[in-house]
C-alpha cells in the first residue's frame, strides 16, 4: 500500500508540474499581447518562456533533456542578443543639446574635491550617444576648459543613452584665494565624434552654494557612474 501511495504522489506531481508549463505559456502570450507596446520583445520573451517550460520540460520527461541541444540554443540566443545590442548601438545617433536635461550641483564649497557634479539625461524618444567630455565655459568667461590631466581613459568611446539614460561629468574647481572669479552659471556644450563643439546652452548651478569661484578649472570625461561620489 506504501509503494502504491508514493507512486500515485509521483504521477499527479509529474502531470501538475506539465500542467503548470503549459499555463505558464499561456501567461506570456497573453502578457505580451496585453501590454502592446514592443510587440518584438513580446515575442521574444514569449518565444524564451514558452522553449524553456514547454519543450525543455517535456524532454526533461521523456528523455531526460538533451544538454548539448541546450548549449547550443543558449550560444545562439547569446549571439543573437549581442548582434541586437550592435545594431542598436550603430543605429543611435549622437545626442543633441535641446534633448538633453542638464543640471549641476555644487558639491563640497570651499573644500578640497569642491566641483561642479553635471548630468545629462536623455530626454528624447530614441537612443543617442555622447562622447569625449563636455565643453564648458564657466561664469562670463569665453575660454573653453580644458580636459583633465588626471582624468581616466577612455573618453574617445560612444556612451549610448537610452530615453531616460543619465551621464555624469564634473568641472573640478581650484580657487587659490586671489584673482579668483565668481559665478552660480555656466554654459556647456557637446562634443561630436571630430571633436568640435555644438551649440551652448546655459546651466545654473544647485546646491547648498550654488556660487561658486576658481582661479582654474578643468572637466572630467563623461561617465555612466558619478565622479567623486563621497
Not at 582624468?151 to 580657487?175: C, E, M, R
Not at 586671489?178 to 551649440?199: E, K, V, W, Y
Request: overall charge neutral.
Amino acid at each position: 500500500m506504501r509503494t502504491s501511495r508514493i507512486r500515485t504522489v509521483t504521477l499527479a506531481a509529474v502531470t501538475a508540474a506539465l500542467a503548470l508549463g503549459l499555463t505558464a505559456c499561456g501567461g506570456a502570450d497573453g502578457g505580451s499581447k496585453a501590454a502592446g507596446g514592443d510587440s518584438a520583445a513580446g515575442g521574444a520573451q514569449s518565444r524564451s518562456v514558452s522553449g524553456g517550460d514547454g519543450k525543455g520540460g517535456a524532454e526533461q520527461v521523456n528523455s531526460g533533456g538533451d544538454t548539448k541541444e541546450d548549449a547550443r540554443s543558449a550560444a545562439a540566443k547569446g549571439g543573437t542578443d549581442e548582434i541586437a545590442s550592435k545594431a542598436a548601438k550603430a543605429a543611435a545617433r549622437q545626442c543633441r543639446g535641446d534633448e538633453m536635461m542638464v543640471t549641476a550641483v555644487h558639491r563640497f564649497a570651499g573644500q578640497q574635491g569642491d566641483h561642479l557634479l553635471i548630468t545629462a539625461s536623455n530626454e528624447g524618444a530614441k537612443p543617442c550617444w555622447v562622447t569625449s567630455y563636455p565643453a564648458v565655459k564657466l561664469g562670463d568667461d569665453e575660454a573653453v576648459l580644458p580636459h583633465s590631466k588626471k582624468d581616466n581613459p577612455g573618453g574617445g568611446k560612444h556612451i549610448t543613452l537610452q530615453p531616460g539614460g543619465k551621464v555624469y561629468s564634473a568641472v573640478n574647481l581650484f580657487d587659490y584665494g586671489s584673482g579668483n572669479q565668481t559665478a552660480r552659471s555656466f554654459a556647456i556644450s557637446l562634443r561630436g565624434a571630430d571633436g568640435h563643439d555644438g551649440p551652448f546652452y546655459s546651466v545654473d548651478a544647485k546646491g547648498a552654494k550654488p556660487q561658486f569661484s576658481w582661479n582654474e578649472a578643468d572637466v572630467l570625461n563623461w561617465s555612466t557612474k558619478k565622479p567623486y561620489d563621497f
